[in-house]
C-alpha cells in the first residue's frame, strides 16, 4: 500500500485491514506511515511500516523482501501514491513533467514488475493503480498531471490483458476531486492566486466533479475493497465522479 500515511492511501489501508489483510503501509514520510499503522494495529490488525520512495528501483525491490519478511508475501499491490502540480503549459518545466512520470507512472511499473511474478505463481493477486478523472479527461493547467494518469490507465489496461487468466487482476480506480490534503492545498493555492476565498476555491473544485461535491476518501476505499473480491473485474478504470449517494458521515 503506497502513498499510505495520508488522504485516499490511508483509507484504503484502513479498509484493506478492517476487511481481514494485513497491511504494510509505505510512504515517503515514516511519522505518517507508522500514525497509520499504528492505528490498524491499534484496531487488532496486523500492519507493517515503511518509508519508501516508489521512484527508486532499488529500494522498492528491498521494501518487497521486508514486506514478505513481516507479514508474507504481497498479495494485493495498492499503487496510491502520487503527486498533483498545476501550471500552464508555458510554466510547466522539463523538471516538473519528469516528477510526474516518474511518481505517478514509474512508481506503480516498479512496484507491479516487482510483485507480479510471485502473484502469478501463486495463481492470485490484485494490483490496483489510483488513477484519476484526468486519466480519461484532459483539464486545463495540469498536463503534466494529466499525462502522467493518462498513462498510469494505460499501463493499467496493458498489464491487465497480460495477465488475464492467471487469477491476478489489475484494475484502475479514476476518482474526480477527493477530500484530502491535495485538495485543501490546491484550494490554497487558487486562493493565493486569483483572490478568491479558500471555500470559494474547494466549492469550485467539487462544481468540477460531475456530481458536483468532494468525494470522501471512504468512498475510493470501497471501491478498491470491491476489486478485491470481484475476480471478473480486470483491465477496468473505475470512475468515481461523485454521482452516486454520497456516504453516510460517521459523528466525529
Not at 134 to 150: F, N, Q
Request: aromatic share 4%; charged share 20%.
Amino acid at each position: 500500500m503506497t502513498g499510505g500515511g495520508r488522504g485516499i492511501g490511508r483509507a484504503i489501508a484502513l479498509a484493506l485491514a478492517t476487511a481481514g489483510s494485513a497491511v504494510a503501509v509505505a510512504a515517503r514520510t515514516p511519522a505518517e506511515v507508522e500514525a497509520t499503522a499504528a492505528e490498524i494495529r491499534a484496531a487488532g490488525h496486523a500492519a507493517h511500516a515503511l518509508a519508501l520512495d516508489v521512484t527508486d528501483a532499488a529500494a522498492v525491490d528491498r521494501a518487497v523482501l521486508d514486506v514478505a519478511a513481516a507479514l508474507g508475501p504481497v498479495e494485493i499491490l495498492v499503487n496510491s501514491a502520487g503527486i498533483a502540480e498545476s501550471a500552464p503549459l508555458a510554466r510547466t518545466t522539463p523538471e516538473l513533467w519528469e516528477r510526474h512520470l516518474r511518481v505517478n507512472v514509474t512508481g506503480p511499473y516498479l512496484l507491479a514488475r516487482a510483485v507480479l511474478p510471485a502473484m502469478r505463481e501463486r495463481g492470485w493477486g490484485r494490483v490496483i493503480n489510483v488513477a484519476s478523472l484526468a486519466g480519461l479527461h484532459g483539464a486545463p493547467y495540469v498536463t503534466a498531471y494529466t499525462a502522467s494518469k493518462h498513462a498510469l490507465v494505460g499501463f493499467t489496461r496493458a498489464l491487465a490483458t497480460e495477465v488475464a487468466g492467471t487469477g491476478v487482476t489489475v484494475n484502475a480506480l479514476c476518482p474526480g476531486y477527493v477530500a484530502t490534503d491535495m485538495v485543501w492545498r490546491g484550494a490554497r493555492n487558487v486562493a493565493a492566486r486569483t483572490g478568491r476565498s479558500f471555500d470559494e476555491a474547494v466549492a469550485a473544485m467539487a462544481r468540477m466533479n460531475p456530481g458536483g461535491r468532494l468525494l470522501e476518501p471512504e468512498e475510493v476505499a470501497e471501491a478498491a475493497l470491491r476489486l478485491v473480491h470481484d475476480a471478473t473485474v480486470n483491465g477496468a478504470a473505475v470512475v468515481l465522479d461523485g454521482t452516486a449517494a454520497p456516504p453516510a458521515r460517521s459523528p466525529r
